[in-house]
């Protein structure tokens, strides 16, 4: 989970393809998860929208570091 944070973090700074792939690796065990509860038929549709919906929250919501 740390690791997930400080990749969205330095994606957040850069906007890497290469961060944001790392993000999608971390969480990849979450999507398939999910993947495997849908039809065949809809799978690569649902991989589509999850992987929107992370980019747009990745974007949206900024993780502000406390240093106390």
């Given at each position: 989970?740390?690791?997930?944070?400080?990749?969205?973090?330095?994606?957040?700074?850069?906007?890497?393809?290469?961060?944001?792939?790392?993000?999608?690796?971390?969480?990849?065990?979450?999507?398939?998860?999910?993947?495997?509860?849908?039809d065949k038929n809809y799978k690569e549709d649902l991989k589509q929208e999850i992987l929107m919906s992370i980019f747009?929250?990745?974007?949206?919501?900024?993780?502000?570091?406390?240093?106390?």
């Amino acid at each position: 989970m740390n690791r997930l944070i400080k990749n969205i973090i330095k994606y957040q700074q850069t906007k890497e393809n290469d961060t944001f792939n790392k993000i999608i690796k971390d969480l990849n065990y979450i999507i398939n998860k999910n993947l495997k509860k849908v039809d065949k038929n809809y799978k690569e549709d649902l991989k589509q929208e999850i992987l929107m919906s992370i980019f747009k929250v990745v974007n949206n919501f900024k993780i502000i570091t406390l240093n106390t």
